[in-house]
Every structure is written in structure tokens, then in C-alpha cells.
């Protein structure tokens, strides 16, 4: 049976297919970490900044980050980051590191206090396209593995891929 707007079947637990892991593993583990740039004063509020927000994010960018890379790297885990655009020109250091570590690039937005939850679908898949652009501009290593994230509580028209034809090699779905 296909659910609207016939984007994929409705596929019951009991009757889809066993997923078989690598090395017959009974689990899959996945590491995305949001990286995030937070404007001090975004559009949204110019006049008024979210002062521990902002405390909140740039420490994990200062701190956070850089101790989090030195335990995955560790132990061999590579991470597929749930990115911020703007953080690879805020912070070369952390898109080097990144590089460095061969992690993969979930698209999340330019800012997470942008939102685009009003665009039209053809303004939407420009936002992405310029999205994909400027990932591999930075990092040849992710021509091939670039995803989308997006989260259906700020979906307002039930629109469920959001890729419209992008060269996205999968699509996640958190909400």
C-alpha cells in the first residue's frame, strides 16, 4: 500500500525482510553529532541574544568537539556529522579535523536558527543544492556522501523527502 504523497509503501515489521549487518553483527551503531554554529544575534532576534545558548554551543565547538574527536578516533569510529553550513567558514580547524577523520555530512541547515520550514518546495531544493555545493567546495571526500536531515516537526505540508532529484545518497528522518 502506498502512503501519501506516495513517496514509499507501508512496509509492517512482520513482514519486511531480515537486515543482515556486516560480520553478521546484531546491531548497527551510528555516530552523528550535531555540529553546530550558533549566531550571537541571529535574524530572528538582532536585538535580544540567547546568551546561554550561545555559552552552550561555543563551548562544544571549543571544547566538546575536540574531546569527542579524540575518543572516537581511539577507538577507529568514524562519525557522520549532522552539520551547520556555517560552521565549516566559522571554524576551518573543526572542518579540517573532520576531513582528517574521513567522517560523512548530514545536510542541517546553514543555521539552526534560520528556518525553512515556509519555503516552497523549488526554494527548498535550491537551499539544498547550495548546501551540497558548498560541503564539496570544502571537502572533495564528500561528493558521494552527502545526506539530508530534516525533522518532520518543522515539516508543516507533509512533504517527506525533501531530496526533489538532489544527488543525496540517503535521507534521514528523526522526527
Known amino acids: 500500500m502506498s502512503l501519501a504523497p506516495h513517496r514509499f509503501d507501508y512496509a509492517p515489521i512482520t513482514d ?37 545558548m550561545y555559552a552552550r554551543m561555543d563551548y562544544g565547538n571549543r571544547v566538546g568537539f575536540w574531546r569527542m574527536l579524540d575518543i572516537l578516533n581511539k577507538h577507529k569510529v568514524r562519525a557522520c556529522c549532522c552539520l551547520n553550513l556555517e ?14 577523520s574521513d567522517w560523512d555530512y548530514m545536510a542541517h541547515g546553514l543555521y539552526n536558527s534560520r528556518p ?10 535550491e537551499y ?40 543525496l545518497s540517503h535521507i534521514v528522518d528523526h522526527g
Request: one cysteine or more; glycine letters at 4%; charged letters at 30%.
Open 116 to 125: 525553512i520550514y515556509d519555503y516552497t518546495e523549488e526554494r527548498e531544493k
Open 87 to 100: 560552521l565549516l567558514d566559522h571554524f576551518p580547524e573543526i572542518k579540517d579535523a573532520m576531513v582528517a
Open 16 to 52: 519486511r525482510p531480515i537486515i543482515k549487518w556486516p560480520n553478521n553483527a546484531r546491531v548497527a551503531f551510528w555516530v552523528a553529532p550535531n555540529m553546530e554554529f550558533f549566531e550571537y544575534l541571529p535574524d530572528n532576534r538582532p536585538t535580544q541574544p540567547d546568551i546561554p
Open 128 to 167: 539544498w543544492q547550495d548546501f551540497i555545493t558548498h560541503v564539496q567546495q570544502k571537502n572533495r571526500q564528500a561528493r558521494e556522501r552527502t545526506a539530508w536531515r530534516r525533522c518532520r516537526l518543522y515539516r508543516q505540508d507533509g512533504r517527506s523527502d525533501g531530496g526533489g532529484g538532489l544527488p
